[in-house]
């Protein structure tokens, strides 16, 4: 059974940084792309960054430049390191593999 465990959230200043993690289990981590999402209230959810199993790394134009997305695979973590968070960045923030996803865990960008 896989699970997507996702920690790290919590409320800042604008400016402010925050690093996510999302431990993962019940799947062959190592060979594993895995993606953080967000969802701001009222909006549809959308993708933020991904990570494949070669490192290779993608983001979305939002946050090009102050997220990076990166992995532990002795730890089978999956971590979202935020720079210059700004209010707009508030959303629940999800890991996702595949079809499967973590509870959320929240982040509040606010002054």
């Known amino acids: 059974q896989v699970q997507l465990v996702e920690s790290g959230g919590g409320l800042v200043q604008p400016g402010e940084s925050l690093r996510l993690s999302c431990a993962a289990s019940g799947l062959n981590f190592r060979f594993s792309a895995f993606g953080w999402y967000r969802q701001a209230p009222g909006k549809q959810r959308e993708w933020v960054a991904s990570?494949?199993?070669?490192?290779?790394?993608n983001y979305a134009d939002i946050v090009k430049g102050r997220f990076t997305i990166s992995r532990d695979n002795t730890k089978n973590t999956v971590y979202l390191q935020m720079n210059s968070l700004k209010p707009e960045d508030t959303a629940v923030y999800y890991c996702?593999?595949?079809?499967?996803w973590g509870q959320g865990t929240q982040v509040t960008v606010s002054s």
């Open positions: 990570i494949d199993s070669v490192h290779w790394t």
């Open positions: 996702n593999w595949v079809n499967d």
